[in-house]
T-cell receptor
Framework: KNEVEQSPQNLTAQEGEFITINCSYS?????LHWLQQHPGGGIVSLFM???GKKKHGRLIATINIQEKHSSLHITASHPRDSAVYIC??????????FGTGTRLQVFP | DTEVTQTPKHLVMGMTNKKSLKCEQH?????MYWYKQKAKKPPELMFV???????INESVPSRFSPECPNSSLLNLHLHALQPEDSALYLC????????????FGSGTRLTVV
């Protein structure tokens, strides 16, 4: 079993829909990261969380430390949100443990 | 400057060639990383430099040789690679180890022929 699990693996949505991607982890962490990767491209860091909730534009990330669970929400989704979203845990070391990613496609 | 710049963006090399990948950041970050990413897989850590010293080598074959000439620059020297080494090579930096966010470069797409 992977130490960081993401669901769903693939997600298709219509433009305007509210989207949720989930991440569960089984290790103790100092922080949880949400990353975005467009096809063939580099990675953009969206959020780093150690508690509570963060919001940036249409993106919201939450974390529940007790339940070892984090969610990434996208409100009013748009085709340009189509990308792979990766959850990654920082387990009190200088390594990231990556989830397998969620491939999101938003259609107009 | 809030970016990690990687060059070249694309590289095709033969198995007998020697080439280098370059990564540069001017954010004053003290930790720099090399990752390898195969298609549809998450990145795999290769090397970590902290304060210009190699702190982690994830048992990477010696045909990959990292170098950190100064706090802003990270190189990855490539020699006698195999076709299975073809991948996206990502550089990242962080202000320091632990509890800091990461800034990733856009990667070098390497093809070994």
């Amino acid at each position: 079993k992977n130490e960081v699990e993401q669901s769903p693996q693939n997600l298709t949505a219509q433009e305007g829909e509210f989207i949720t991607i989930n991440c569960s982890y089984s290790v103790g962490i100092s922080a949880l990261h949400w990353l975005q990767q467009h096809p063939g491209g580099g990675i953009v860091s969206l959020f780093m969380l150690s508690s509570g909730k963060k919001k940036h534009g249409r993106l919201i990330a939450t974390i529940n430390i007790q339940e070892k669970h984090s969610s990434l929400h996208i409100t009013a989704s748009h085709p340009r949100d189509s990308a792979v979203y990766i959850c990654a845990a920082s387990p009190f070391t200088d390594k990231l443990i990556f989830g397998t990613g969620t491939r999101l496609q938003v259609f107009p | 400057d809030t970016e990690v710049t990687q060059t070249p963006k694309h590289l095709v090399m033969g198995m007998t060639n020697k080439k280098s990948l370059k990564c540069e950041q001017h954010m004053g970050h003290r930790a720099m990383y090399w990752y390898k990413q195969k298609a549809k897989k998450p990145p795999e850590l290769m090397f970590v430099y902290s304060y210009e010293k190699l702190s982690i080598n994830e048992s990477v074959p010696s045909r990959f040789s990292p170098e950190c000439p100064n706090s802003s620059l990270l190189n990855l020297h490539l020699h006698a690679l195999q076709p299975e080494d073809s991948a996206l090579y990502l550089c990242a930096s962080s202000q320091d180890l632990l509890n800091y966010g990461y800034t990733f470069g856009s990667g070098t797409r390497l093809t070994v022929v």
